[in-house]
């Protein structure tokens, strides 16, 4: 007969402290890319579906994730569409700390009842134009495309705690931002997500729309930048196009 196996605690601790950073691998990868399925979380991760699955599940009962039906562009096939999973407000929050939203909120109100919007989109402004600085030395090597200088961006931007890619599409490119320190805030006070989008129009080199935002409860910023556009020039209008309508 075999001997019993026995767990000792320095297991146990082992096993939490794996189950723990596999959790946040999870967490990670979802807000690095936004709403992903288990298939392509346990492919990223070298995990098992039934392995996936279970952190997925915990995740979901402790309110960290939530699971929404993925979009289908097109003509859509047979069978319901694979379920993506998201993190929540409250994950995102703790994967980067919103430093004083209440008393930030409350000062753009302050501004706003005293010198009106202007002052708000003149506040906003001056609040990006050190991010672009930093942004703008970083970038130095990029060159004059469009899209490679939207990929320097990116990378300049997660520096930045963003965790920002870029990507080529038909219709151009595409610049996603899959966090944001200031979404609360922006959330009443859009004139920085304004002031943010002419900013990367500025160090992209071109005119560029914005499709979503998290403040607006989109779970990726997305900036397209189309093919061929009109060169910006500062102090061009930056054009915001919902597509959730």
């Given at each position: 007969?075999?001997a019993p196996v026995v767990t000792?605690?320095?297991?146990?601790?082992?096993?939490?402290?794996?189950?723990?950073?596999?959790?946040?691998?999870?967490?990670?990868?979802?807000?690095?890319?936004?709403?992903?399925?288990?298939?392509?979380?346990?492919?990223?991760?070298?995990?098992?579906?039934?392995?996936?699955?279970?952190?997925?599940?915990?995740?979901?009962?402790?309110?960290?994730?939530?699971?929404?039906?993925?979009?289908?562009?097109?003509?859509?096939?047979?069978?319901?569409?694979?379920?993506?999973?998201?993190?929540?407000?409250?994950?995102?929050?703790?994967?980067?700390?919103?430093?004083?939203?209440?008393?930030?909120?409350?000062?753009?109100?302050?501004?706003?009842?005293?010198?009106?919007?202007?002052?708000?989109?003149?506040?906003?402004?001056?609040?990006?134009?050190?991010?672009?600085?930093?942004?703008?030395?970083?970038?130095?090597?990029?060159?004059?495309?469009?899209?490679?200088?939207?990929?320097?961006?990116?990378?300049?931007?997660?520096?930045?705690?963003?965790?920002?890619?870029?990507?080529?599409?038909?219709?151009?490119?595409?610049?996603?931002?899959?966090?944001?320190?200031?979404?609360?805030?922006?959330?009443?006070?859009?004139?920085?997500?304004?002031?943010e989008t002419a900013v990367i129009?500025?160090?992209?080199?071109?005119?560029?729309?914005?499709?979503?935002?998290?403040?607006?409860?989109?779970?990726?910023?997305?900036?397209?930048?189309?093919?061929?556009?009109?060169?910006?020039?500062?102090?061009?209008?930056?054009?915001?196009?919902?597509?959730?309508?």
């Open positions: 007969m075999s000792t605690p320095s297991a146990l601790a082992g096993s939490a402290a794996t189950e723990i950073s596999t959790r946040d691998r999870v967490t990670q990868l979802l807000l690095e890319r936004g709403a992903t399925t288990a298939a392509q979380l346990g492919a990223a991760l070298g995990l098992s579906p039934a392995a996936i699955r279970r952190h997925l599940d915990a995740m979901l009962a402790d309110g960290d994730v939530y699971a929404r039906e993925q979009a289908v562009r097109g003509s859509r096939g047979r069978g319901r569409p694979a379920k993506v999973f998201l993190l929540t407000e409250a994950a995102r929050g703790r994967c980067g700390t919103h430093h004083y939203d209440n008393m930030a909120t409350a000062a753009l109100r302050w501004i706003a009842r005293s010198g009106g919007s202007d002052a708000v989109h003149a506040f906003a402004a001056e609040q990006v134009s050190a991010l672009e600085s930093r942004c703008r030395t970083a970038m130095e090597d990029a060159g004059d495309d469009p899209l490679a200088r939207a990929e320097a961006l990116a990378s300049a931007l997660t520096a930045e705690g963003y965790a920002a890619n870029a990507s080529t599409i038909a219709s151009g490119g595409q610049l996603c931002q899959h966090h944001c320190p200031v979404a609360h805030v922006a959330a009443e006070f859009p004139q920085l997500c304004e002031a129009s500025r160090l992209v080199g071109t005119h560029v729309q914005r499709l979503a935002t998290i403040a607006h409860g989109d779970g990726v910023c997305t900036t397209h930048i189309p093919t061929q556009p009109g060169r910006a020039q500062s102090g061009n209008p930056v054009t915001t196009v919902r597509t959730d309508r």
